[in-house]
């Protein structure tokens, strides 16, 4: 049991990253004596209009910093339960968790299909995250109240719930993510038409079950995978379209309503045909190689840093 219920000999080992507009932190530490690494993801939580009239009223102390003929800048000091932060404690963290938070320059590189075959595939289960996450939820064995919809017919069928990213106490930053039960599709590179049927059934039934629980319609929702993904096992991120969710950035989010109509109108096996243009942080093993790859056969198009 991984479990963590307090930061009780909660040990600071550094800040990987922060960024002051999203008010997020990723810090590494270590609980205890123990050997193994933990990250903690800290996010101050966003606005939610049903809250703001308790959160604007006496209850919240006011402190003026300075004013300024009618600028006012103060300090406000809301009830300890409007001002809490949403938490993600990794532990025990590997190495590639604490290279996945930290903080790197971004790289586009082209991987065509040779590349994805000859580089980016034997590489995968090197690269890629343990899934044993998605088997937990899948076999009912974690997040079981958690599932807001499930089909579980056996070629089509999925579970939808509210990712890790939502704490679910507001709707602006809405995000669920929508878990196949068919197993082997690794990523949007594996799909084609007989994968038909799996797409269409989570876009409409997604939309379906998250506009009867949240209220949000289907035309407001941004409905997506990842390329390259954290986690091959294949998945769809539902976010709401007002979000700017982590991850949801160009050359990352491929919309499913494109992915349906490419494979469906343009050609069966287009996703493994396509070159396709991937976002990598600087450190990724995998940028490296398909990078020097690039590099060995056209030197004019991209740089490659000797050290590496
Ligand atoms: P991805 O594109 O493979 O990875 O998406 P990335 O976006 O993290 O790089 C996987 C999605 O699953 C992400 O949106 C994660 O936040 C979400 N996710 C990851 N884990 C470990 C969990 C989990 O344990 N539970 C739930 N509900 N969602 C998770």
Known sequence: DNSIQSFRGFQFIKVLNENARDKTVAVHGKFGDSESDAVVLLEKTPFSEDTLP??????????????????????????????????????????????????????????????????????????????????????????????????????????????????????????????????????????????????????????????NKYGVAGDELQVYVHYQPSYYHFHVHFTHIKYSAPGCSLGKAHLLHDVIDNIENIDSNYYSKRTLLCLFKENDKLFQRIQRANYDKNPAGGKVDEDK
């Open 54 to 211: 308790q959160v604007l009223s006496t209850e919240t102390s006011v402190e003026v910093e300075f004013n300024n003929d009618i600028y006012n800048q103060c300090t406000c000091q809301p009830q300890s339960r409007f001002n809490t932060l949403k938490g993600t404690i990794i532990y025990p963290a590997s190495a590639k968790h604490l290279e996945k938070f930290s903080a790197q320059n971004l790289h586009f590189v082209q991987e065509t299909p040779e590349v994805y075959k000859s580089i980016t595939l034997p590489f995968i289960d090197e690269k890629s995250f343990s899934i044993q996450w998605v088997y937990n939820i899948l076999e009912k064995k974690a997040e079981v109240e958690r599932v807001v919809f499930e089909d579980n017919d056996p070629a089509t069928g999925f579970t939808l719930l509210p990712d890790l990213k939502w704490d679910q106490k507001q709707i602006e930053n809405l995000y669920l993510v929508a878990i196949s039960h068919r197993r082997g599709i690794k990523s949007l590179r594996d799909l084609d038409s007989s994968h038909l049927p799996l797409l269409k059934n989570i876009l409409s039934k997604g939309q379906e079950a998250i506009r």
